[in-house]
């Protein structure tokens, strides 16, 4: 028998303020036609005065608990990936703990930027399989628009806010990748493309900053690893990619998913594609996808799923998974 990391419970919150790209044009040299093109994009969700990313993350959390059926003491501990954390601690992860009123237990953030979600799916499976966890809330959430520069328009009309859950409770399985729960991981960093992607901001340069991208060279570098690392996690599960029922893509532009399906040689039509109305939302694009993916009809119980992101460090990997 091997113990399995399974999927029981997923949910997601988007703030109520949807913004088109027609609204864009009023102050930047941009239109809707050309955020289409280029990116996929057609509207996001940003984040109203004072709402936070624990806020965000505890609406999420609330709706996974819901579609589980458990309530807050059932769970054991709660990851966060987030890039725009509230403050700078304590910890989203405990903010959302207090909310819940989990008295129990532990919480901690992880951030890998765009990629935080495949990484505190990794760190979940990893205590779930060690037996140093049973329940854990995974919460993908950011509040990108808050370190937008909005006189960028090579990179403001790209954000959103917004957050998604899962729920992870160990399943025992046969060892084989018929199982459910998550099969493989693939983790990857490389520190020396920094410059390609960052906020030139943060605690110890005393500001807040603002995201910076050379939207090309990240482009240049995304399909490419995201294709490698979907490749390589399925090989870790025994699979490839004719087995796959739904890839659930970081969702960052359009045409960087539908490059990443045709080098694994998927279809459009095994695609989860959310981009148009989220824009991209960083940590939460994966969960939200899942959760708005089984809403849609799309996910069902033993799919295959494989979930893939690229984001700043660069950090980037895969997680394979049947639902
Ligand atoms: N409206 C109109 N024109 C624009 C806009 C805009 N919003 N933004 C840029 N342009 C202009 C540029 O200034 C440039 O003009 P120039 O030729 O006169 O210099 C022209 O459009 C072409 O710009 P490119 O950068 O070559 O456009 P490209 O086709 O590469 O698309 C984009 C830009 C959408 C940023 C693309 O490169 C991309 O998506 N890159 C990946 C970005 C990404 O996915 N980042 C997130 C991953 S990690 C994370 O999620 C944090």
Not at 1 to 21: F, I, K, Q, S
Not at 96 to 112: I, N, P, S, T, W
Not at 148 to 175: K, N, S, Y
Not at 199 to 215: A, P
């Amino acid at each position: 028998m091997t113990t399995r990391a399974v999927v029981t419970g997923v949910g997601h919150y988007l703030p109520d303020r949807v913004v088109e790209n027609a609204e864009f044009e009023a102050t930047l040299d941009t239109s809707d036609a050309w955020i289409r093109s280029r990116s996929g994009i057609e509207r996001r969700h940003f984040a109203a005065e004072g709402q936070t990313t624990s806020d965000l993350a505890t609406r999420a959390a609330r709706a996974a608990l819901t579609d589980a059926g458990l309530e807050p003491d059932d769970i054991d501990a709660i990851i966060v990936a987030t890039s725009t954390a509230d403050l700078t601690f304590p910890s989203v992860a405990t903010m959302v703990q207090a909310e819940l009123r989990m008295m129990h237990g532990f919480a901690f953030d992880v951030q890998a930027v765009c990629a935080g979600f495949i990484y505190a799916l990794s760190t979940a499976n990893s205590m779930i399989i060690s037996g140093q966890a049973k329940r854990i809330l995974v919460i993908g959430a950011e509040t990108f628009s808050r370190i937008m520069d909005w006189t960028d328009r090579g990179t403001c009309v790209l954000f959103g806010d917004g957050a998604g859950a899962l729920i992870l409770e160990p399943q025992e399985g046969e060892g084989t990748g018929a199982d459910r729960g998550i099969l493989a991981t693939d983790l990857n960093s490389d520190g020396r493309y920094r410059d390609i992607l960052y906020v030139d901001g943060g605690v110890s340069t005393q500001n807040t900053g603002f995201l910076r991208m050379q939207g090309k060279e990240v482009f240049r570098h995304a399909v490419e690893k995201l294709a490698s690392t979907a490749t390589t996690a399925l090989a870790k599960a025994g699979l490839n990619s004719d087995q796959i029922d739904w890839v659930v893509p970081h969702q960052a532009n359009i045409r960087i998913i539908a490059g990443t399906a045709k080098k694994l040689g998927l279809s459009m039509d095994r695609v989860v594609v959310t981009v148009q109305d989220h824009g991209n939302t960083s940590a939460a694009s994966i969960p939200l996808a899942l959760s708005v993916g089984k809403a849609r009809g799309q996910i069902k119980p033993g799919d295959l799923v494989v979930t893939e992101a690229i984001g700043g460090g660069l950090a980037w990997g895969a997680v394979v998974l049947r639902w």
